[in-house]
């Protein structure tokens, strides 16, 4: 047996777990695949037809795909494994996501891998529109020189009106800029500081920003609202000669408007790389506008750059790996948005809120305490302090205590934000978040509480003397001893506290005993009378068995609730007990499974009053 000496030691967990397998279904990066390879099971199968991809499905644990593939609620039903399903491109519109969310599948795509090719694009087909640049390069491969019929117009000076600045609008007006232009959008949610910061006049509709373009640009989703924004009526508020583009999405311009508006002369000109439908069909109105000599048409290559179709499927790919890891989706599409900076800060949290529910699964729930007083609870509340309480989205956290409560006791192991309440629900675990926004006096500049406790319909009256908790402004309780008529119950509240240390967790509290470890790895948590002699009766019996320990943390019992005990009779009546203050938990982390066997030798030492084995 050897015990280091290095403090806390992060313990690797140990799995049987099969290797999660991914899907690829069309065409990804080989950077991106190599970096899936390194830690999962990948297969690439190209040119499935529905029924093949349904066959397969029920072996993986990822679906990757791009706009082909059509996912779904049939495919997603028969992915019996699935935990995500990623497109690599911006859309989802073949993904099913609300048949995903049902089964519990993030959805996630790459919204920002594709921003300057969208935008340098919008900047190339504007510029050709300009000075007619596919014309001439058909007039001179055909043998022509036709210098006086293909007079441009120089873009600066001009106005371009930009619909939607969002980051690709953004990103075409600093380009917009850079060449000159005056740059105006209508947006309802854009920031007034954020345009005024990239040159950008702000109109509030789009009636008052037409009329004043030389160039308009969409970049807007299809959405009920957007469908057909630019239709007759908008084309004729638009200046005699003014140009049009669109490297958003099909649908938003009404195709037989515009090839109306440019047959009058109206509309000079038009730049179009999406259309309605993909390829356009022979007699629509799409294939009328491709083949107009006004029109400059790109068979929707917005993306179709190598550094963007890099960015997405590396992009997509990392977040394949990180959420089969189980981390924080960072572009689910139906999942709660977490905002960058919170992202970051969110992680550790997450990661420590799960252990503290495996923790309280495993330690008050296990073989140890079946038949005593501790027991599973199904009322939990979950307790944020500090500056934690500044976050705006604290779902993941919720979900990541669902996570951790079920694991090791159901088969529901894909639980996720896009499910968490469902699962909870179904299990019949109520669990409450408190923020408290008063300042903590710990040391730590977050503290996560979770306070497990008896359902209100098992409560009981009785009249003992108990531990009474108050409630303060902050959420907190205060312990005082009383002796009144109060609602007890047959199962006392468990409580565990910790914190984030940068990117480390840490637990500092179970229940009356002050600690400070990592809760992760193979533990052995010992309960026990704090007398000489403890320490080594413990690693003598596990050096025995050949596990070595790791780490140690000896808990004492906190100096506020000294004299706290539970009864023994398993009403949850308490009393103070001053042979209770020499108790203390010895923490373990250690190398090798603890059997029962082992377990039960601990418990039979003198002074030790129970053992609880964990895997965290």
């Known amino acids: 047996m050897t015990l280091s000496t290095n403090g806390l030691t992060n313990v690797a967990k140990e799995s049987s777990e099969p290797t999660p397998k991914v899907l690829i279904a069309e065409k990804v990066s080989q950077d991106g695949i190599a970096l899936l390879r390194q830690n999962l099971d990948v297969h690439e199968k190209k040119g499935l037809s529905p029924e093949e991809l349904e066959s397969i499905i029920p072996d993986y644990d990822a679906l990757i795909v791009r706009s082909e593939t059509k996912v779904t609620a049939s495919l997603l039903k028969k992915g019996s494994r699935l935990r995500v399903v ?21 959805v996630v795509n790459s919204p920002s891998g594709n921003i300057r090719a969208a935008a340098e694009h919008t900047i190339a087909l504007m510029l050709a529109v300009a000075r007619n640049i596919p014309d001439g390069c058909a007039s001179i491969k055909a043998g022509k020189w036709e210098r006086s019929r293909l007079v441009g117009i120089e873009v600066k000076g001009r106005t371009l009106g930009i619909i939607g600045l969002g980051k690709v609008g953004l990103l075409v007006a600093r380009m917009a800029n850079g060449l000159g232009m005056n740059v105006c959008a209508v947006d309802p949610y854009a920031s007034p500081e954020i345009a005024a910061d990239h040159n950008v006049t702000l109109h509030l509709s789009l009636s008052a920003m037409l009329p004043v373009v030389d160039f308009l640009t969409i970049h807007t989703p299809l959405i009920a609202s957007t469908k057909g924004m630019i239709s007759a009526g908008e084309l004729k508020m638009m200046k005699p000669g003014a140009r049009i583009l669109n490297v958003a999405r099909g649908g938003v311009i009404d195709e037989q408007a515009l090839l109306e508006a440019l047959e009058s002369g109206h509309i000079a000109g038009a730049g179009i790389d999406v259309f309605t439908t993909e390829p356009p069909a022979e007699s629509g109105s799409a294939a009328k506008l ?8 790109t068979p929707h290559l917005g993306a179709s750059t190598v550094e963007a179709q890099e960015n997405v499927s590396l992009d997509v790919c990392t977040q394949v790996i990180s959420i089969l890891s189980g981390e924080l989706p960072r572009s689910a599409v139906n999942a709660p948005i977490i905002l960058p900076e919170e992202y970051k800060k969110l992680q550790p949290f997450v990661r420590l809120v799960e252990k503290m529910g495996a923790l309280y ?40 205590l669902v996570k951790g409560l079920l694991q090791g006791i159901s088969s529901d192991t894909n639980v996720n934000i896009v499910n968490a309440t469902l699962l909870a629900k179904e299990r019949g675990l109520i669990i409450n978040e408190q923020h408290s926004r008063d300042p903590i006096t710990h040391t730590y500049s977050s503290l996560v509480t979770l306070r497990a406790r008896p359902s209100r319909s098992a409560s009981q009256e009785r009249r003992r003397p108990m531990l009474h908790s108050t409630p303060s402004s902050s959420g907190a309780t205060t312990a005082t001893a009383a002796t009144t008529t109060i609602t007890t119950t047959k199962m006392q509240e468990q409580i565990i506290q910790g914190f984030c240390s940068d990117t480390q967790i840490f637990i500092s509290r179970l229940d009356r005993f002050n600690t400070s470890f990592v809760p992760e ?95 965290l």
């Open 361 to 400: 699964t495993q330690h008050y729930t296990g073989p140890a305490r079946q038949g005593s007083s501790k027991g599973h609870q199904q009322a939990f509340d979950l307790v944020y302090e500090g500056e934690i309480t500044n976050m705006t989205n604290t779902k993941p956290l919720f979900a990541a």
């Open 290 to 297: 491709i083949s107009h000599p006004r029109v400059v048409a």
């Open 521 to 615: 790895g193979r533990l052995v948590v010992c309960h026990n009378f704090d007398s000489p002699g403890m320490i080594g009766c413990v690693g003598s019996i596990l050096g025995k068995e050949g596990i070595n320990i790791n780490f140690m943390s000896v808990a004492p019992v906190r100096s506020d609730l000294m004299g706290v005990k539970n009864d023994g009779d398993g009403d949850g009546q308490q009393q103070v007990d001053g042979e209770r203050e020499h108790e203390a938990l010895m923490i373990l982390g250690v190398d090798k499974e603890v059997g029962p066997d082992v377990a039960k030798t601990l418990e039979a030492e003198k002074g030790i009053i129970d053992v609880s084995v964990m895997v």
């Open 86 to 106: 990623a497109r690599a491109g911006v859309g989802v519109d073949n993904v099913d996501v609300d048949a995903a969310t049902k089964q519990g599948v993030i």
